[in-house]
C-alpha cells in the first residue's frame, strides 16, 4: 500500500503542434554567399557592399583586403578607364610541366584574367601614366614568361611615349611551372628599367599584399619612388623559410611595410583612401599637365 503511494508514475508527453517540429524540419534562413565578410585581422563581420564603399579597407582596425587588378584599376585611374595593350598573351607551357595546361585554364576561368598582370595607358588627375598591375589571384600573382614580357613592354612604351610609369606589385613570386624562363624575367625588366630611367623616364612602384620573391627582388624594387599600403608583406624568402636557415625568432612585424619602411627600404606607406590623390601630387611635381609629349 505505501509502496504504491510512494512510487513514481510514469506521465507521457504529448508534444504540442507548435512543438511537434524539431529543429531539423524548421525552415532555414539562408544567407546569400558573399553578402558579408570577416576580417582576417580583428574579426570583425561587415557587409560586402559597405567594404566595397570603404574601398576594401575594415572599418575596425584599418586592415587592407586585397584587391583583384580590375578594382586597382577603376579606383586608380581617371574614371577607371584603361586602355589595355598585349591583352592577347597568355602563358604556353613550354617546358611540358605537368598539370600546367590545366592550372592555367582553372586560373582564367577563377580569375577572369588571361595572366597575373594587366598593362595599359591611362590618366591620373589628367595625367598620362602607363600602368601595369598584378593579380594575386591568378597563380598567386607569381611571374612567369607572359607577366615579365607584359611587364617589360609597358616600361618600353612608357620609355616611347616619354610617360610615367606606375606599376602596382603582388606576387609570390617566380612561376615554378617555367622555371628558368620565369627567373630570366628578373634580368628582362630589370635592363629595361635601367634604360627608361636612364633617359629620365620617371618610375613609381607600389607594393601591395603581398609582394615577394622575384618580383620584390627585380623591378618592383627599383621605383624612383617606392610606395606600399599598410601592412602589405613585402620580401624574398618566406617567413618560415627565413627562420629556419638563421634559426632565430624574427619580430612580430617582421617584413610588413612599416618594418621595411623604418629600416628603409620604403619613402613612404600609403593608406589606400590617400594613394590617388598622393599619386597625383607626386605625378604633378614631376611632369605636371602641361609638360607631357607623346614621344
Same mark, same amino acid.
Given at each position: 500500500?505505501?509502496k504504491?503511494l510512494?512510487?513514481?508514475k510514469?506521465?507521457a508527453?504529448?508534444?504540442?503542434?507548435?512543438?511537434?517540429?524539431?529543429?531539423?524540419?524548421?525552415?532555414?534562413?539562408?544567407?546569400?554567399?558573399g553578402?558579408?565578410?570577416?576580417?582576417?585581422?580583428?574579426?570583425?563581420?561587415?557587409?560586402?557592399?559597405?567594404l566595397?564603399k570603404?574601398?576594401?579597407?575594415?572599418?575596425?582596425?584599418?586592415?587592407?583586403?586585397?584587391?583583384?587588378?580590375?578594382?586597382?584599376?577603376?579606383?586608380?585611374?581617371?574614371?577607371?578607364r584603361?586602355f589595355?595593350?598585349?591583352a592577347?598573351?597568355?602563358?604556353?607551357?613550354?617546358?611540358?610541366f605537368p598539370?600546367?595546361?590545366?592550372?592555367?585554364? %582553372?586560373?582564367? &576561368?577563377? #580569375?577572369?584574367?588571361?595572366? $597575373?598582370?594587366?598593362?595599359?595607358?591611362? =590618366?591620373?588627375?589628367?595625367? /598620362?601614366?602607363?600602368?601595369?598591375?598584378?593579380?594575386?589571384d591568378?597563380?598567386?600573382?607569381?611571374?612567369?614568361?607572359?607577366?615579365g614580357?607584359?611587364?617589360?613592354?609597358?616600361?618600353?612604351l612608357?620609355?616611347?611615349?616619354?610617360?610615367?610609369?606606375?606599376?602596382f606589385?603582388?606576387?609570390?613570386?617566380?612561376?615554378m %611551372?617555367?622555371? &628558368?624562363? #620565369?627567373?630570366?624575367?628578373? $634580368?628582362?625588366?630589370s635592363?629595361?628599367? =635601367?634604360?627608361?630611367?636612364? /633617359?629620365?623616364?620617371?618610375?613609381v612602384?607600389?607594393?601591395?599584399?603581398?609582394?615577394l620573391?622575384g618580383?620584390?627582388?627585380s623591378?618592383?624594387s627599383?621605383?624612383d619612388?617606392?610606395?606600399?599600403?599598410?601592412?602589405?608583406?613585402?620580401?624574398?624568402?618566406?617567413?618560415?623559410?627565413?627562420?629556419?636557415?638563421?634559426? %632565430?625568432k624574427?619580430?612580430?612585424?617582421f617584413?610588413?611595410?612599416?618594418?621595411?619602411?623604418?629600416?628603409?627600404?620604403?619613402?613612404?606607406?600609403?593608406?589606400?583612401k590617400?594613394?590617388?590623390?598622393?599619386?597625383?601630387?607626386?605625378?604633378?611635381?614631376?611632369?605636371?599637365?602641361?609638360?607631357?609629349?607623346d614621344?
Amino acid at each position: 500500500m505505501f509502496k504504491d503511494l510512494f512510487q513514481k508514475k510514469k506521465y507521457a508527453t504529448v508534444p504540442s503542434s507548435s512543438s511537434a517540429k524539431t529543429q531539423d524540419d524548421r525552415p532555414k534562413r539562408e544567407i546569400p554567399e558573399g553578402l558579408m565578410n570577416r576580417c582576417p585581422k580583428c574579426g570583425n563581420i561587415q557587409f560586402s557592399k559597405e567594404l566595397e564603399k570603404n574601398l576594401k579597407v575594415c572599418s575596425t582596425c584599418g586592415h587592407h583586403f586585397r584587391l583583384n587588378a580590375l578594382e586597382r584599376i577603376a579606383m586608380t585611374l581617371d574614371e577607371g578607364r584603361l586602355f589595355e595593350i598585349d591583352a592577347d598573351l597568355v602563358s604556353e607551357d613550354p617546358l611540358e610541366f605537368p598539370g600546367y595546361k590545366s592550372k592555367l585554364e %582553372q586560373q582564367k &576561368i577563377s #580569375s577572369g584574367l588571361k595572366d $597575373a598582370v594587366v598593362t595599359g595607358e591611362g =590618366a591620373i588627375g589628367g595625367m /598620362d601614366v602607363v600602368i601595369g598591375v598584378m593579380s594575386f589571384d591568378f597563380f598567386s600573382g607569381s611571374m612567369g614568361s607572359v607577366v615579365g614580357e607584359k611587364v617589360t613592354r609597358a616600361i618600353e612604351l612608357a620609355h616611347a611615349k616619354r610617360l610615367p610609369l606606375l606599376l602596382f606589385s603582388t606576387s609570390g613570386g617566380a612561376r615554378m %611551372q617555367e622555371s &628558368i624562363l #620565369s627567373l630570366m624575367q628578373m $634580368a628582362k625588366t630589370s635592363a629595361a628599367l =635601367a634604360k627608361f630611367q636612364q /633617359d629620365g623616364g620617371l618610375f613609381v612602384s607600389v607594393f601591395t599584399d603581398p609582394t615577394l620573391g622575384g618580383v620584390s627582388a627585380s623591378f618592383a624594387s627599383l621605383g624612383d619612388y617606392i610606395l606600399a599600403e599598410p601592412g602589405a608583406i613585402v620580401g624574398f624568402a618566406g617567413r618560415i623559410v627565413i627562420e629556419q636557415t638563421i634559426r %632565430q625568432k624574427l619580430p612580430d612585424n617582421f617584413q610588413t611595410a612599416e618594418f621595411n619602411l623604418q629600416h628603409g627600404q620604403l619613402d613612404k606607406v600609403v593608406h589606400r583612401k590617400d594613394m590617388r590623390t598622393f599619386l597625383i601630387k607626386l605625378l604633378d611635381m614631376h611632369v605636371g599637365k602641361g609638360e607631357q609629349t607623346d614621344g
